[in-house]
């Protein structure tokens, strides 16, 4: 059955998943949903006996009607192929009495890579299939990690160009690295004069320049978003959750239809939404569990019904969970709303005009799956230490959030049932935190010391990732002022 996407704000007319993908956000500022959500056609037993790329198909092929096997599966194969450093894409670990699902084998060693590397792909069928000959650009402003998982995934990815602004100074040396040291043709990074927000807002005067898109057209280039709100990044991420249950399975772990937990360590709310969409598709999840650091706004969501950014931001260990707006969020409330566009936008206005909303009782009803919790950066770090200790797992500080709200969790309800921990990024991508939290005596060592010592420690190789930017030539140097962003681009397209 086919499924069409419409906006959260109840604008404008249903798209396909291909039209959905191209624009990213919808013309009334609302975020496209599928008008239902499909059941899993294939029986969990089934899926047990398939491996990762397999399990993709069977669930984004339900979610992306109007793309055809081959095309789906051509993706999938560019995506989902050496990139990642085991052949199993997204590895089970069980360790201290859960399951941490490994979501960080990828070019970039975090979780955005499941995602970002098949969005540019699924964006070159979808132009392909729309007739849209122009090229595709994305332009992205980063604090950090989206930045280069981007840069990544569209690297040499024909019919694609990518530009990344970031702060120059608003990102740590490793990131800088990893981001400046870029390869493939297509790819421009920029360091701007000016923080993270003066990047984002320079960039999303760019996306509403109408004269500049017109004369960009005539060019033969137009612009993309490769954000995490687009549903070309959501569907790819429901695929690992049906992969890990499948894999209990196939593995004895869990018995047929057994529920299991999922805790999911949150910022922007794409990750648990894949979750409860698995849910709903017919995955046998129990609780969904939204665990977050010191920026417990969903925390307080979840437990009074009232979501509330009027307070102060917190830089924490875990920064890709520094977020006071979770702009996926919006797709829950739509849906517990009724599916009400007009209700939808009131409170989505309300959120940008005073920074807070409120749900009925009804509606908080309906949240029921879900279970929030946070941990502060003394009990992150002590269940990086806890876990470490008790069985030489070593966890980076996002999951090590997620792992502190598992423990949590299970203490507060009594409820002992089976969970999967979504672990987003790999120890080495926060190795300073993460040693120091094993032992504050590594606070002397260097950088690379840390990341060699980390290796010994957990008796893991140290990934490529960390390894190639070692030694890697830099090879992007530009910088420019906010004002000069539209001239660099320009430029970059000429
Ligand atoms: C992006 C990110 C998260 C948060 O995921 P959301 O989908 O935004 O909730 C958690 N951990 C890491 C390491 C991330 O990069």
């Not at 396909?16 to 949903?33: H, Q, R, T, Y």
């Not at 092929?61 to 599966?73: A, G, M, R, S, W």
């Not at 094993?438 to 980390?454: P, R, T």
């Given at each position: 059955m086919e499924v069409l996407y419409s906006s959260t704000r109840g604008g404008g007319s249903r798209v396909k998943a291909s039209e959905a993908i191209l624009k990213g956000l919808a013309d009334d500022g609302g975020l496209f949903v599928p008008d239902h959500i499909p059941a899993l056609d294939k029986s969990l037993e089934e899926l047990a006996g398939m491996d990762y790329r397999q399990v993709a198909y069977e669930v984004m092929k339900l979610f992306l009607t109007d793309f055809t096997e081959e095309e789906l599966k051509d993706c999938i194969a560019r995506a989902y192929d050496s990139k990642f450093d085991t052949g199993e894409i997204a590895p089970l670990a069980e360790a201290g009495g859960a399951y941490y699902l490994e979501?960080?084998?990828?070019?970039?060693?975090?979780?955005?890579?499941?995602a970002l590397s098949i969005l540019p792909h699924l964006m070159t069928t979808s132009a392909r299939k729309n007739q849209i000959k122009n090229e595709i650009v994305i332009l992205t402003a980063t604090s950090g990690d989206t930045g280069k998982a981007a840069l990544a995934g569209f690297a040499d990815v024909e019919g694609t160009r990518i530009i990344v602004f970031y702060p120059k100074n608003g990102v740590s040396p490793i990131q800088e690295k990893q981001m400046v040291t870029?390869?493939?043709?297509?790819t421009l990074v920029v360091g701007i004069h000016g923080n993270f927000d003066d990047a984002q807002t320079g960039v999303k005067k760019l996306f509403s320049d109408r004269e500049l898109a017109a004369g960009l057209d005539r060019k033969g280039f137009q612009f993309s978003s490769a954000n995490s709100i687009n549903i070309g990044r959501l569907v790819p991420q429901i695929c690992y959750y049906v992969y890990a249950y499948a894999?209990?399975?196939?593995?004895?772990?869990?018995?047929?239809?057994?529920?299991?937990?999922?805790?999911v360590p949150t910022g922007n709310?794409?990750?648990?939404?894949?979750?409860?969409?698995?849910?709903?598709?017919?995955?046998?999840?129990?609780?969904?569990?939204?665990?977050?650091?010191?920026?417990?706004?969903?925390?307080?969501?979840?437990?009074?019904?009232?979501?509330?950014?009027?307070?102060?931001?917190?830089?924490?260990?875990?920064?890709?969970?520094?977020?006071l707006i979770s702009s996926n969020l919006e797709r829950l409330i739509y849906r517990i709303a009724g599916n009400d566009g007009d209700r939808n936008r009131e409170l989505m206005t309300a959120l940008t005009t005073r920074g807070k909303y409120?749900?009925?009782g009804e509606m908080k009803a309906a949240l029921s799956d879900f279970y929030g919790a946070y941990a502060d950066e003394k009990e992150t770090a002590a269940e990086i230490r806890r876990l470490y200790e008790s069985c030489g797992y070593v966890i980076d500080t996002h999951t090590a959030v997620a792992s502190a709200v598992?423990?949590?969790?299970?203490?507060?309800?009594?409820?002992?049932?089976?969970?999967?921990?979504?672990?987003?990024?790999?120890?080495?991508?926060?190795?300073?935190?993460?040693?120091?939290?094993?032992?504050?005596?590594?606070?002397?060592?260097?950088?690379?010391?840390?990341?060699?010592?980390?290796?010994?420690l957990a008796n893991v190789a140290v990934p490529p990732a960390i390894e190639e930017i070692r030694t890697a030539p830099v090879l992007h140097q530009k910088q420019c002022e906010v004002e000069e962003?539209?001239?660099?681009?320009?430029?970059?397209l000429a």
């Amino acid at each position: 059955m086919e499924v069409l996407y419409s906006s959260t704000r109840g604008g404008g007319s249903r798209v396909k998943a291909s039209e959905a993908i191209l624009k990213g956000l919808a013309d009334d500022g609302g975020l496209f949903v599928p008008d239902h959500i499909p059941a899993l056609d294939k029986s969990l037993e089934e899926l047990a006996g398939m491996d990762y790329r397999q399990v993709a198909y069977e669930v984004m092929k339900l979610f992306l009607t109007d793309f055809t096997e081959e095309e789906l599966k051509d993706c999938i194969a560019r995506a989902y192929d050496s990139k990642f450093d085991t052949g199993e894409i997204a590895p089970l670990a069980e360790a201290g009495g859960a399951y941490y699902l490994e979501l960080f084998h990828g070019a970039t060693i975090a979780f955005k890579d499941m995602a970002l590397s098949i969005l540019p792909h699924l964006m070159t069928t979808s132009a392909r299939k729309n007739q849209i000959k122009n090229e595709i650009v994305i332009l992205t402003a980063t604090s950090g990690d989206t930045g280069k998982a981007a840069l990544a995934g569209f690297a040499d990815v024909e019919g694609t160009r990518i530009i990344v602004f970031y702060p120059k100074n608003g990102v740590s040396p490793i990131q800088e690295k990893q981001m400046v040291t870029q390869k493939g043709s297509n790819t421009l990074v920029v360091g701007i004069h000016g923080n993270f927000d003066d990047a984002q807002t320079g960039v999303k005067k760019l996306f509403s320049d109408r004269e500049l898109a017109a004369g960009l057209d005539r060019k033969g280039f137009q612009f993309s978003s490769a954000n995490s709100i687009n549903i070309g990044r959501l569907v790819p991420q429901i695929c690992y959750y049906v992969y890990a249950y499948a894999a209990l399975l196939r593995e004895g772990k869990a018995a047929p239809g057994e529920k299991i937990n999922v805790v999911v360590p949150t910022g922007n709310f794409g990750n648990i939404l894949a979750a409860f969409y698995g849910k709903n598709m017919g995955l046998p999840i129990g609780r969904l569990i939204c665990a977050s650091n010191e920026n417990r706004v969903l925390y307080d969501f979840f437990r009074t019904g009232s979501y509330d950014r009027n307070r102060e931001f917190v830089l924490t260990s875990s920064p890709s969970m520094d977020i006071l707006i979770s702009s996926n969020l919006e797709r829950l409330i739509y849906r517990i709303a009724g599916n009400d566009g007009d209700r939808n936008r009131e409170l989505m206005t309300a959120l940008t005009t005073r920074g807070k909303y409120e749900i009925t009782g009804e509606m908080k009803a309906a949240l029921s799956d879900f279970y929030g919790a946070y941990a502060d950066e003394k009990e992150t770090a002590a269940e990086i230490r806890r876990l470490y200790e008790s069985c030489g797992y070593v966890i980076d500080t996002h999951t090590a959030v997620a792992s502190a709200v598992c423990q949590k969790y299970r203490k507060e309800t009594g409820d002992q049932t089976k969970t999967v921990i979504a672990s987003t990024a790999s120890p080495f991508k926060f190795t300073r935190s993460v040693m120091n939290a094993i032992d504050a005596k590594y606070d002397s060592m260097g950088d690379f010391e840390l990341v060699d010592e980390l290796s010994r420690l957990a008796n893991v190789a140290v990934p490529p990732a960390i390894e190639e930017i070692r030694t890697a030539p830099v090879l992007h140097q530009k910088q420019c002022e906010v004002e000069e962003m539209k001239d660099v681009v320009l430029d970059f397209l000429a």
